[in-house]
């Protein structure tokens, strides 16, 4: 008992920092992304900080499992290099002590991951959603730059503001285009010039127009002569769909109750995400217990490459299996389940190895087949 709470404070003073590192840096790579998204017009700068913290729960979730292999890995390394597990192993402590605390502690940050992604990821991606497509007037107007031409859906509806009033609730000299689909070539464009305008969404829709004032509109075919032009004292065209949140469902934002009431493949593949980053945790723990015996020669570093290698691939095989699920390729009862069987069979097989079990199941191999 003495022993392993002795090898869990270690862990968990060692699993604090690691998580308090990999997350500030997480966050700060976040935040580049996002000042860079405000810079472009993508994002309004006033919600910066909010969209930030809707996104703490996501990188937690994932970097929990993460934090805790290496945290063991950088743990039981040190106690190899400096020959307290040795020690341990000499006074008839078994690898499977080891094995078992490791596994402790995975199940642990299984349970607090699992509550994240199945509860609290859906839900901050849902109000993140929420707080983008309310600022969706404000983002028009706070992003806009005189002199530039900005584009919307899908390059769709472009257009140029000339100024932009000091309060910048109000567009001058504005121009607008809109391109036709790319599936109907033949239809006739639209242009339109105004004076003055503004973005505001209909409360009782939901739905974002742009409001133009004294100015004109041009509807033709380029290289005719047959185009009309209409002169308004107001004009308003509709940007896009309802800004209410009724329509931001979409997998990420989905409860994991939806999903389950809607087995698609797509909803599977996301509740098999949902469920394998936090069941990464224990296996991870697992495997870090073997993987962290290094010689005296070594260092307590000497694993660490191989460590990140084998998070890498790891949770790359398991994108590539959501994807497959999702698109079909992959049946959802094989689903991500086999790369989690794959981590398993690895990590006992380096315990086994470790444990000098492999070596003494060889050896009986040999005496056996020997006999016969």
């Known amino acids: 008992m003495i022993l392993r709470r002795y090898l869990v404070k270690e862990i968990a003073h060692t699993f604090l920092a690691v998580i308090l590192v990999i997350l500030l840096i997480a966050i700060s790579n976040k935040f580049v992304r996002l000042v860079a998204q405000a810079a472009s017009g993508n994002v309004p700068s006033n919600v910066l900080l909010e969209v930030i913290l809707f996104q703490i729960p996501d990188l937690l979730a994932f970097l929990l499992p993460v934090g805790l292999f290496l945290s063991i890995l950088l743990c039981f390394s040190r106690f190899f290099t400096d020959n307290e597990i040795p020690v341990m192993l000499a006074c008839g402590v078994p690898w499977q002590k080891l094995a078992t605390t490791s596994l402790g502690l995975g199940v642990a940050v299984m349970i607090l991951a699992g509550s994240l992604t199945c509860y609290w990821v859906p839900k901050s991606a849902q109000y993140k959603e929420q707080l983008l497509h309310a600022e969706g007037p404000v983002l028009m107007v706070q992003t806009v730059a005189p002199g530039r031409f900005h584009s919307f859906q899908k390059d769709k509806l472009v257009f140029y503001v000339a100024d932009v009033s000091p309060d910048r609730s109000e567009l001058k000299r504005v121009f607008i285009a809109e391109q036709p689909n790319k599936k109907n070539i033949d239809e006739d464009r639209s242009l339109v010039t105004a004076s003055s305008g503004k973005v505001y969404t209909d409360q009782q ?98 694993r660490l490459f191989s460590a990140v290698a084998i998070c890498i691939v790891y949770y790359n095989l398991l994108t590539i299996s959501k994807r497959w699920v999702a698109s079909g390729v992959l049946a959802p009862s094989i689903g991500v389940w086999w790369v989690h069987l794959l981590l398993l069979a690895f990590a006992l097989a380096f315990l086994a190895k470790a444990s000098g079990r492999s070596t003494q199941w060889i050896h009986q191999m040999k005496q056996r087949f020997s006999h016969e």
């Open 205 to 302: 829709s939901g739905l974002m127009y742009f409001q133009l004032n004294d100015g004109r509109r041009y509807n033709g075919t380029p290289g005719d002569m047959d185009y009309s032009i209409l002169a308004f004292k107001e004009y308003q065209r509709l940007l896009e769909g309802p800004t209410k949140p009724e329509g931001l469902y979409y997998h990420r934002t989905m409860p994991t109750k939806m999903l389950l009431e809607n087995p698609t493949k797509s909803n599977l593949a996301e509740l098999q995400w949902r469920l394998s980053v936090p069941l990464s945790a224990p296996l991870l723990a697992l495997f870090a217990v073997p993987l962290s015996r290094v010689g005296p020669r070594q260092g307590r570093y000497g």
